[in-house]
């Protein structure tokens, strides 16, 4: 069964502290390993795709990795405006769906 | 600009009563699908489309029908809807391709009473 699973659930950083969030995923044929940031009451917003182990993505103070097995959201000195919940999603292959994790919800504390 | 928009953004409504929850997208996106989001399970598909005609059940589509009758519309039915379909809904389109990126609705509040 095709599984993602996120750690932390929540993460509570002070402004500038850098850390990473998780996604372990199994799944039967990866087609793209997905990021999204959500707000509260709000849509996904895409973030990165990441298609191949060793594949790495970055936009402004964030940095996505992917292994065979997991991928890492690098986040470099946060500020409070970073405050989401970051989901993490993988797209089977040869399935029409993405298959999410629970996601982290990340408070940046000024 | 590029949008998904959801009509309504909040409905509460009671047990039995039909109801439909429209999406529209601008993008001239080929496939579309919907989602729901409950505490503790995260996003779920509930049914797809790959084109106008064409649908598809994800993985929890049981209380709920969908049409596909334009590109560029894919409302979400629910005949008689229960308390267990109390959720956010979100509505989503993929552009295609090798991008295979899925952009997201600002969602539907639902409650069921």
């Known amino acids: 069964e095709d599984q993602v699973t996120q750690s932390p659930e929540a993460l509570r950083l002070q402004e500038g502290e850098s850390s990473s969030l998780n996604c372990s995923y199994t799944?039967?044929?990866?087609?793209?390993l997905f990021w999204y940031r959500q707000d509260p009451g709000k849509g996904p917003e895409f973030l990165f795709t990441l298609y191949s182990a060793g594949e790495e993505k970055e936009k402004e103070r964030l940095k996505a990795t992917l292994t065979k097995k997991e991928s890492f959201l690098h986040i470099t000195a946060p500020k409070p405006e970073d405050s989401a919940t970051y989901l993490c999603?993988?797209?089977?292959?040869?399935?029409?769906?993405?298959?999410f994790g629970t996601g982290t919800r990340l408070l940046v504390s000024p | 600009e590029a949008q998904v928009t959801q009509n309504p953004r909040y409905l509460i409504t009671v047990t039995g009563k039909k109801l439909t929850v429209t999406c529209s997208q601008n993008?001239?996106?080929?496939?579309m699908s919907w989602y729901r989001q409950d505490p503790g399970l995260g996003l779920r598909q509930i049914y797809y489309s790959m084109n106008v005609e064409v649908t598809d059940k994800g993985d929890v589509p049981e209380g709920y029908k969908v049409s596909r009758k334009e590109k560029r519309n894919f409302p979400l039915i629910l005949e008689s809807p229960s308390p267990n379909q109390t959720s956010l809904y979100f509505c989503?389109?993929?552009?295609?391709?090798?991008?295979?990126?899925?952009?997201f609705g600002p969602g539907t509040r639902l409650t069921v009473l």
């Open positions: 799944v039967s044929g990866l087609r793209g």
């Open positions: 989503a389109t993929r552009s295609g391709g090798s991008t295979d990126t899925q952009y």
């Open positions: 993008m001239n996106h080929e496939y």
């Open positions: 999603a993988v797209r089977p292959r040869g399935f029409q769906k993405l298959v």
